[in-house]
Every structure is written in C-alpha cells, then in structure tokens.
C-alpha cells in the first residue's frame, strides 16, 4: 500500500515537471533592445510564452541590451518588453527548431515622462504602501527598497522610504531618501517641503525656512500641501509668510477647513481682527456643528468685543 502511495506521488511530481516544461525544445532566438538614441537599454524585461506549450518564462536585457532564450520549442511565441519608465511593447514570432539559425530580434522603447506602472510593480507598491498604512514603518521599508533594486527607474519611491524614516522619527535617513529625488528631479516642490519638515522637527528653523523658500509657490495647487508649509512658517511664528500658503489654499479650495481655521487665526494672531472674524464667519458656514466650530463661535465672540471695544481694527 506504502509503495503504491509513493508511486502516486512520484506520478504526480514527474507531471508536474513535464508540465513545468512544456516550453523546452531545441530551438534559440536572441535580441537587442535599444532606445529611441540609438543606446542599449539595460534591465528590460523579456517575458517568453509559448502559446503551444502553455508556459513560458523571463529573461532580462545585460548591459549591451541583448537577450538570448535558448532550448525552446518551435511554434508561435508571445514576447513583452517591459521596463519602468518606458512603453510597454507585445510582439509574436514563429520558433522553428532545425534549420538556420534566424537574426537578433531588434526592439526600440519609446522612453515616457513620468511612471509606467506594471501589474508586478502595482502590487509590490500595494504590499509597501499597506504595512505603511499599517503604522509597520519598519517593515515596509525592505519592500520599497527591493522595489528600487528591481526598478531603478522608480526613483520616487525614495519618497515612500523617507516618509517611512520621518515616521520613525529618524529624520537624517528620511532627508537622505528624499534628496534622492531631489538627485532625478531638482524642481520637486515635495521632495523640497518634506526636507524643510526634517530640519523643522530638528528644531533648525532657519534651514527649514531655506528649504521651504526654495519651493515654487505659484505650481503648489494642492491644498493640503500648502496648508502643511504654512502651518510650519505659523509654527515659527512667521505670520506673514503662513498667511501667504493660508490664502493661497482657501483660494482653491474655498471650503478647506483646515485652511479656513489656520488663516483666521493668523488674523488673529496679527490683530486683523476684522479679517479674522470674517474667515471664521466663513468657516461656519462649512461646519457649524464640531468641536472646532464651538471654538470659533467663542473666537468670533471675542473678536465682537475687541472690535466694538477700546481697540477697534
């Protein structure tokens, strides 16, 4: 009874083997991958499927852009060249086994701005980005850095990585990663206001001004990302220059209530009393009903009186 069960068994491995194999044969084809200059591309992904095997497998371009896939069988055979940063290209080829050998397929990528992202980086970004979201900072950290080893044309996820070390309160490494992307793309507002926030919690206020300085103010057109910056100028008691964000971020979004509550008391804080009673005013018109809101209605109770007092403004 034993030996038949291990015969199974043998049965079972043997055919999943075979079935493994379906793709082997004797035949070879090669390739050069180049891009639109004339330069070979280095890392590009060839995935090989047979589709009268069932099967296939992934070679990947060395530093001549050459590829090679060899004892395979004959038949039709789909190939995709993937590699982040350029456009993705599928093409079909007939494999003879026998016969002269055929010519080096000759591939051009059309380089594309921004990210391309393939079903294999998407999940990889989803695995880090959920332990990040978890609060496991430390363990998403390794998957981001593997992401960068097999993209390296992802730089941004340098950011990911600096926002993982931000989070661990470690912020010489954060500022490391985030200079990263600084290295690919010298004019990333981001990149330039999370570095601002490292010497911010480093208590160097004055490079962290430097840096936020640097930023382009008139591209900045997410709110949240204004109201961060201005909230770090308020912070160092720099009214004016948190007002600036302040304003700017209502003016995009008009009922921003982080935006709205900040600027009014910015106001506040430099004694526009009647400009800071009429961002709260505003803002009660958004939410009249939190914790916050009970704050403001006591705000603009003591704006009444200061305006209708000894020292109207």
């Not at 038949?4 to 055919?15: E, G, P, R, T």
């Not at 990528?109 to 992202?117: A, F, M, Q, R, Y």
Request: a negative charge.
């Amino acid at each position: 009874m034993r030996k038949a069960a291990l015969m199974v068994v043998f049965i079972l491995l043997i055919s999943l083997f075979i079935s493994a194999q379906t793709y082997k044969g004797k035949g070879r084809i090669t390739g050069l991958i180049s891009n639109e200059e004339g330069n070979p591309i280095e890392g590009v992904k060839v995935k090989l499927f047979s589709l009268r095997g069932k099967s296939g497998f992934e070679v990947k371009t060395d530093a001549k852009g050459n590829w090679i896939a060899s004892w395979i069988r004959g038949g039709t055979w789909t190939i995709d060249f993937e590699k982040s940063g350029y456009i993705p290209k599928g093409i079909t080829v007939q494999v003879t086994e026998y016969g002269k050998k055929p010519p080096p397929i000759e591939m051009t990528l059309k380089k594309v701005e921004g990210l391309v992202i393939t079903e294999e980086l998407k999940e990889e970004l989803k695995q880090g980005n959920q332990l990040f979201e978890e609060g496991k900072y430390e363990e998403s950290i390794p998957v981001y850095i593997k992401i960068l080893e097999e993209f390296p044309d992802v730089y941004i996820v340098n950011k990911n990585i600096g926002n993982a070390y931000f989070k661990l309160e470690n912020y010489d490494e954060a500022e490391k990663y985030y200079l990263k992307v600084l290295e690919k793309d010298p004019k990333n507002n981001d990149a330039m206001m999370l570095i601002g926030n490292c010497y911010s919690n480093r208590d160097q206020g004055d490079e962290a001004l430097e840096w936020y300085s640097k930023i382009e103010f008139e591209k900045i057109n997410d709110p949240t990302v204004l109201y961060n910056i201005g909230t770090k100028y308020y912070n160092l008691a720099k009214y004016q220059e948190a007002m600036k964000f302040y304003n700017r971020s209502v003016e995009i979004k008009d009922d921003f209530l982080d935006g709205l509550y900040q600027l009014g008391l910015v106001h506040l804080s430099l004694g526009n009393y009647k400009d800071s009673m009429a961002v709260f005013e505003k803002y009660l018109k958004h939410d009249s009903e939190s914790e916050r809101a009970n704050q403001v209605i006591n705000f603009i109770e003591f704006l009444k009186k200061q305006i209708e007092g000894k020292n109207p403004n």
